[in-house]
Every structure is written in structure tokens, then in C-alpha cells.
């Protein structure tokens, strides 16, 4: 609005927005029924454009706050995940991406509005008319974990990383590569909700730091393939390349891991700033320097490397999910669940 002095906003913006506003139509609703319970009119609302489409332009006032050329447009973008997805190169079904921050979520390609799933969410694609489904099961304070580790060490492994030029992180990459898939049994549980405590079982006299820290992927990584399989099921398709984006991206193990749990090629962006990439998609679409989303992603979404599975590591992280994974809340919940009330 400071921008261009328009009332207008992206209708991709209104993921999670139900009220007044249809996800099948990307509008306001057009009955005045659906605004009672909001206590709001139709007129109060933004004027919605679609991701790519021009919202205005830099008006004097705000080329001479800014510094934008005055009558430069201003074009639509996404909400994050949607953006995420873009950038990341998800635009058919071929692929599927993991993001990797605070909350770790899995999204893919979606053809429909579907609000009865019971596995994945249809958010708002960044691509008009189109939807990006999200798995339920993602994981909360994800990548937090792989830095509560990293803290834990305390000062003495800062210090030592800065006298070797590296970073923490790498150093304990160095030591977990040399741990085999499993980490000899150590078992690591993330937390999803409150009182799912985290938790590491199956410690004996082999499983050292390096261990740890490599079980903690793998725990990343096995809790949001069983997601991304749930959300596969149900969807009756399922992809055939994972993108991971985010800083631990930069993980060559992690990277592997990735690809050995899933069974399939894994690649990295040489940008990870995913967002970032989709919403300068959209607004190249939109000044009209590409004609298309997908002559855009193939021009700007560049791949860095890729990571083929090893399938013997598959078969075995496959048996963990079965026998382990898909079983082990059953016992741990209702004991988490008593800590939780006693300590919360």
C-alpha cells in the first residue's frame, strides 16, 4: 500500500485464512454471510491479485523514501512455504521438497484442493490456481536440535573450531561420517507436540559423541520420510527426486542420509535461501523476463549437486521405521506424558 498506494494484496497470502476466503477460487467470498462472524465487510478487505500479477507502482512518494525508481511495478508474490517451494524448483510432480529450519516440513506438487485429507495440508502454491501440499507430521524445534548439541559441547569445541578454521558443525560431520547407517542402534525420537519429549535409547560402550550427533540426523531424516510416505499414500503418486533446502543442506552427510533414508536421489540448490529464489520467480514472471513459472525455474533454479542411495543403508533404515519408528510412541508417550505434567 506505502508502495503504490494501492489497496491490494497477493490472494496467496491467505494460507490458513478459511473465513471469508475461498481456497478453490483464491477470492472473497461473494456471500455477505460468510463476513458476520468476523464482524468485517467485504470493503474492508485488500483487493487480491494473483502471485505474478502487478499490485502497482512506486508512486514519487515512495521513490523518493526508498529510493525505487518512481513507476517501477510492484509484483505479487507468495506466503513463505508457498515461495519456499517455488524457489526450491518443486513446479510437477517429479519432486519433493524437505525444508530444513526451526520447523522441518515436507511439501510436493498438489493438483486440488483437498480438505479432507487426513495426511497433508493444501496450502497456496506461489504459482496462480496451483496448490503445494504440506505433510501434517513435520517436526517442531527441527534443526534446533542439531544446535542444542552443538551448545552442549560447550566453549573448548568453539574454540578449537575457530583455531582450525572450521566451524563445530564440521567437526562433528568429520567424526559421524565414519559412524555407519544406525549408529550402531543408537536411537534418537524428536519431539512433534508438548509432551512428546525427545529421546536417545539403545546407549552401550561403543556410541561415542559422534554417534549421537549422527543419530540426530537420522532422526530428522526417518521422521519426515514416514510423513512424506503417509502424504504419498494418500495422494496416489509419489515423486521420484528430494530437494532439500535450508542451512543443514550444506550437510554432505546429512545430504546422504537424506538420500539413503528415502531411497532416492537427494540434491541441493547451489542457493538455499528457497523463499527467496521463488519470490524473484514471481516477480520475473511477472515483468514479463520469462513467459512461463517453468521456463523461470529452469532458468533460475540451479542445482549444486546430488546424492544417490546407497541401498543396502535404505533396506536398513526401512527396518528401523518399521520395527522402531512407527511403534515406539506407543510406549514412550504415556511415560513423556507423566513428565510433562509433573515439569510443566
Given at each position: 500500500v506505502r508502495l503504490t498506494g494501492n489497496f491490494c494484496d497477493t490472494a496467496a497470502n491467505y494460507e490458513g485464512v478459511y473465513g471469508p476466503f475461498n481456497k478453490e477460487t483464491w477470492k472473497w467470498s461473494e456471500d455477505p454471510k460468510d463476513y458476520e462472524p468476523y464482524n468485517i465487510k467485504r470493503e474492508n478487505l485488500f483487493d487480491l491479485?494473483?502471485?505474478?500479477?502487478?499490485?502497482?507502482?512506486?508512486?514519487?512518494?515512495?521513490?523518493?523514501?526508498?529510493?525505487?525508481?518512481?513507476?517501477?511495478?510492484?509484483?505479487?508474490?507468495?506466503?513463505d512455504k508457498a515461495a519456499e517451494g517455488l524457489g526450491a524448483g518443486i513446479i510437477d510432480d517429479s519432486s519433493c521438497l524437505i525444508s530444513l529450519g526451526t520447523y522441518i516440513g515436507g511439501m510436493v506438487n498438489g493438483h486440488e484442493f483437498n480438505d479432507n485429507a487426513q495426511c497433508y495440508w493444501s496450502n497456496l502454491s506461489a504459482v496462480p490456481e496451483r496448490y503445494l501440499y504440506e505433510g501434517m507430521t513435520g517436526i517442531r524445534r527441527g534443526m534446533w536440535s542439531v544446535s542444542w548439541f552443538k551448545e552442549i559441547l560447550g566453549e573448548p569445541w568453539e574454540e578449537l573450531a575457530k583455531e582450525k578454521g572450521t566451524c563445530v558443525e564440521q567437526m562433528l560431520e568429520d567424526e559421524a561420517v565414519n559412524v555407519p547407517a544406525g549408529s550402531d542402534g543408537l536411537i534418537t525420537v524428536p519431539n512433534n507436540i508438548p509432551y512428546r519429549k525427545a529421546l536417545m535409547i539403545g546407549f552401550d560402550g561403543r556410541h561415542k559423541r559422534a554417534h549421537m550427533y549422527r543419530s540426530i540426523l537420522e532422526a530428522i531424516a526417518m521422521t519426515m520420510h514416514m510423513s512424506m510416505e503417509d502424504m504419498f499414500e494418500e495422494m496416489g503418486y509419489k515423486p521420484e527426486r528430494l530437494i532439500i533446502s535450508g542451512g543443514g543442506s550444506k550437510s554432505k552427510l546429512f545430504m546422504q542420509i537424506f538420500a539413503d533414508v528415502f531411497g532416492m536421489k537427494a540434491v541441493?540448490?547451489?542457493?538455499?535461501?528457497?523463499?527467496?529464489?521463488?519470490?524473484?520467480?514471481?516477480?520475473?514472471?511477472?515483468?514479463?523476463?520469462?513467459?512461463?513459472?517453468?521456463?523461470?525455474?529452469?532458468?533460475?533454479?540451479?542445482?549444486?549437486?546430488?546424492?544417490?542411495?546407497?541401498?543396502?543403508?535404505?533396506?536398513?533404515?526401512a527396518r528401523v521405521e518399521k520395527n522402531v519408528y512407527r511403534t515406539i510412541k506407543n510406549y514412550s508417550d504415556p511415560v513423556n506424558q507423566e513428565i510433562y505434567h509433573i515439569f510443566s
Open positions: 491479485v494473483m502471485p505474478g500479477e502487478e499490485l502497482g507502482r512506486v508512486t514519487k512518494e515512495a521513490a523518493v523514501e526508498t529510493g525505487f525508481p518512481e513507476d517501477c511495478p510492484v509484483i505479487a508474490t507468495a506466503n541441493r540448490n547451489e542457493v538455499t535461501d528457497a523463499a527467496g529464489v521463488g519470490a524473484a520467480i514471481c516477480a520475473a514472471v511477472g515483468a514479463g523476463a520469462y513467459a512461463s513459472y517453468e521456463e523461470a525455474v529452469d532458468k533460475m533454479v540451479r542445482i549444486e549437486d546430488e546424492f544417490r542411495p546407497d541401498l543396502k543403508n535404505t533396506e536398513l533404515y
